[in-house]
T-cell receptor, first 108, second 114 residues
Framework: AQRVTQPEKLLSVFKGAPVELKCNYS??????LFWYVQYSRQRLQLLLR??SRESIKGFTADLNKGETSFHLKKPFAQEEDSAMYYC??????????FGTGTRLQVFP | DAGVIQSPRHEVTEMGQEVTLRCKPI?????LFWYRQTMMRGLELLIY????????DSGMPEDRFSAKMPNASFSTLKIQPSEPRDSAVYFC????????????FGEGSWLTVV
């Protein structure tokens, strides 16, 4: 079965602090993993994907197959990073399975 | 393209009433997904279509929920009868092919059942 776990519902940090949003997955094959972001009252949008190994808005995420994790990191959080973040998995089906999401609050 | 278009954006209805949510996917996209977003459960996949055919409806919570896609440019999600626990944001998304890099979401339909 495909499953995505985001253990934290809420993560609060101060501006300039490092951020790590945790994501663990369960899938026996080779997964495709994504991070989506939803700013207040906006539509969900793709932030980054593991296959491109890119940095978007200062965020990076590395796939660790040994730990089945895909944590999202940013060295210095900004207030505009406050949003809902969803980790998502695409396996051997056409479905995109999301975790329960983590709300990031960045205080000034 | 205006993106995935959903209507209504907001709906408040009384328990027992029928609710119909509508979605227009991006032109040319052959996959359409319906998701439900709640605080407790996050984003849940309800059902998805490929070329207008329902492929997996295992996420549909109960028989009260039904979805149709009569053509490539329109889909509906119906709840009959509605209950307060159905209150959530319902998202429609579409994509082209099996490349999940190209999935685009609508702005959501905020449903409140009182």
């Amino acid at each position: 079965a495909q499953r995505v776990t985001q253990p934290e519902k809420l993560l609060s940090v101060f501006k300039g602090a490092p951020v790590e949003l945790k994501c663990n997955y369960s899938y026996s094959g080779s997964p495709e993993l994504f991070w989506y972001v939803q700013y207040s009252r906006q539509r969900l949008q793709l932030l980054l994907r593991h296959i491109s190994r890119e940095s978007i808005k200062g965020f990076t995420a590395d796939l660790n197959k040994g730990e089945t994790s895909f944590h999202l990191k940013k060295p210095f959080a900004q207030e505009e990073d406050s949003a809902m973040y969803y980790c998502a998995l695409s396996g051997n089906t056409d479905k995109l399975i999301f975790g329960t999401g983590t709300r990031l609050q960045v205080f000034p | 393209d205006a993106g995935v278009i959903q209507s209504p954006r907001h709906e408040v209805t009384e328990m027992g009433q029928e609710v119909t949510l509508r979605c227009k996917p991006i032109s040319g996209h052959d996959y359409l997904f319906w998701y439900r977003q709640t605080m407790m459960r996050g984003l849940e996949l309800l059902i998805y279509f490929n070329n207008n055919v329902p492929i997996d409806d295992s996420g549909m919570p109960e028989d009260r929920f039904s979805a149709k896609m009569p053509n490539a440019s329109f889909s509906t999600l119906k709840i009959q009868p509605s209950e307060p626990r159905d209150s959530a944001v319902y998202f429609c998304a579409s994509s082209f092919g099996k490349n999940r890099n190209t999935i685009y979401f609508g702005e959501g339909s905020w449903l409140t059942v009182v």
